[in-house]
């Protein structure tokens, strides 16, 4: 690949680093002069039953996707409509109980400022979110969010640049807010991403992952070793429990314990003799099958394990998991 005659790396690097003071500094201006309009329309969106409709045009409307995802996720209902189809037709998305949060730096667009009589005759409040709060936009306001930056990133002072920068702040700011406010927990933000990591380790149960029935191996307590062996093996987790008659787990053997007791027995023992009695480790940890898989996960880590079985209430045997099993749920 060939590069420009004039191209120089120095030259990026140091546009790279000017680009991000410029926006870096937009944003903490911004911040410094947050007041009380902040407060007043975090209110406006906390007292509305609707939705926020966020609207915006260009750069400002793909700030404004966005920003809508992001309240969506954090609690608070909202949607994107796009001022140039709003006006053919999609203004009848917006309702009576919504707010609408439009999105300027010049507050001049013209797709959004044609509609802000029909959002006002409808009742819907309006907060603006741009870089000249005496615009248009910002007159029609019932808030204004001051977003405006001394000057684009862009050597030209043209491409909006920190003008976006300062917006998608804006909206995180706003929706961080929001989510305080209304007590969202990391359990609610799982719930929303159910596909995701965090939804994933909050929202996946034991019963989600274990092996139950006839895959969870199990012997009884007057079992011989080799039984108890055939069954590690035949189940393939690397261990069995040890039940009573009424199926109440009362230990537990794995491969490591058999190799240890070889190691410790010697050559010339008769293993043959043992029971599961003899050779089970008592009261091993358990869990109950409506636990978080993730406490499962934490409980092998501490006890440096890699299977746990599952009980009922009364203590008898539902299933078993191991650490493949989190794994392939990608719990862990």
Do not use: Y
Not at 52 to 77: C, D, Q
Not at 187 to 202: I, Q, T, V, Y
Not at 234 to 249: H, I, N, P, Q, Y
Request: with cysteine.
């Amino acid at each position: 690949m060939s590069l420009p005659a004039a191209f120089d790396p120095a030259r990026a690097i140091a546009l790279a680093r000017d680009t991000l003071f410029i926006e870096a500094t937009a944003v903490t201006d911004m911040a410094d002069r947050l007041g009380e309009a902040f407060g007043h329309a975090v209110a406006l969106v906390l007292a509305r039953r609707g939705r926020v409709v966020v609207m915006g045009m260009g750069k400002s409307g793909h700030v404004g996707r966005k920003i809508a995802a992001t309240l969506a996720s954090t609690g608070t209902p909202a949607m994107f409509v796009h001022p140039g189809e709003a006006s053919h037709g999609d203004l009848g998305m917006i309702t009576a109980d919504d707010v609408v949060l439009g999105i300027s730096n010049s507050g001049e667009s013209e797709e959004l400022t044609g509609i802000l009589p029909l959002i006002k005759r409808m009742g819907v409040p309006l907060v603006a979110l741009t870089g000249r709060p005496g615009s248009s936009l910002g007159r029609h306001a019932d808030v204004v969010l001051d977003a405006s930056v001394a000057k684009e990133a862009c050597p030209h002072n043209l491409a909006p640049t920190a003008s976006t920068t300062a917006q998608l702040a804006m909206g995180d700011a706003l929706a961080v807010a929001l989510l305080d406010a209304r007590g969202f927990k990391a359990d609610d933000f799982a719930r929303s991403h159910p596909g995701g990591a965090l939804g994933r380790k909050l929202l996946t149960h034991v019963n989600d992952v274990m092996r139950g029935g006839a895959d969870v191996p199990r012997v009884g307590i007057d079992a011989d070793l080799m039984a108890l062996m055939r069954e590690i093996s035949a189940k393939g987790l690397g261990m069995s429990a040890v039940v009573d008659a009424e199926d109440r787990v009362l230990g537990i053997f794995t491969d490591g314990d058999l190799r240890r007791l070889i190691e410790k027995s010697g050559s010339s023992a008769d293993l043959r003799t043992l029971t599961a009695r003899d050779v089970m480790h008592p009261n091993p940890r358990t869990l109950r099958a409506d636990a978080l898989a993730v406490v499962a996960a934490d409980l092998m880590e501490s006890s440096r394990i890699t299977s746990v079985l599952v009980v009922d209430e009364a203590g008898r045997l539902c299933g078993a998991l191991n650490s493949n099993d989190l794994m392939r749920a990608k719990v862990i």
